[in-house]
């Protein structure tokens, strides 16, 4: 069972905006930086939301990362056929000293 | 540019070893935290260990501590897995990472490609 929870699948039309929560507790989020990672099917993860909320360079503005308290939620609005992945977030976790990830959550453009 | 490749990957019996390596270039490797990442099939991310730029802080997962050793040579700007007594449910893709900062986990910014081991009689 992942220290990290979020919604197994999330799906939405081209255009439309998704949102993708991350929930943990006091020794990871709510005291570290949250990262979020997108997988496309056979290929290796990817960065694509560190410190909460910076975008690395290169990827589009349509994705955008966000914290409070012990949540973080990442969207991705005006999606697109090739936003279809896997996303994952991730934080230190002070009490394990380690990291953790969430379990992912599947995004299907419908 | 930045690259990340694992090898030593493949087929090993329960309760044996093996070690993977992982080559950096494209960056100075000493000067970076790198970490350990693995995918069971079909499975969500888990990752495993970092090492820090010297080597003298490491960290592991409960699942495997006392039985994987993370170690790295900044000389030949490489990374090591050795891994014993493995077990069927260590079969996974093995990806090298590179932590950005704030160290020790600001976030896995480069991986490499991974490497596939079997656990199987």
Redesign the interface.
Known sequence: QSVLTQPPSASGTPGQRVTISCSGSSSNIGSNPVNWYQQLPGTAPKLLIYNNDQRPSGVPDRFSGSKSGTSASLAISGLQSEDEADYYCAAWDDSLSGCVFGPGTKVTVL | QVQLVESGGGLVKPGGSLRLSCAASGFSFSDYYM?WIRQAPGE????LS?ISSSGSTI????SVKGRFTVSRDNAKNSLYLQMNSLRAEDTAVY?CARD?P?S???????????TLVTVSS
């Open positions: 970490s969500g991310l888990e990752w970092c960290f592991y997962a409960d990806y950005s704030p020790p986990w600001g976030g896995a910014d480069y991986w490499g490609q991974g």
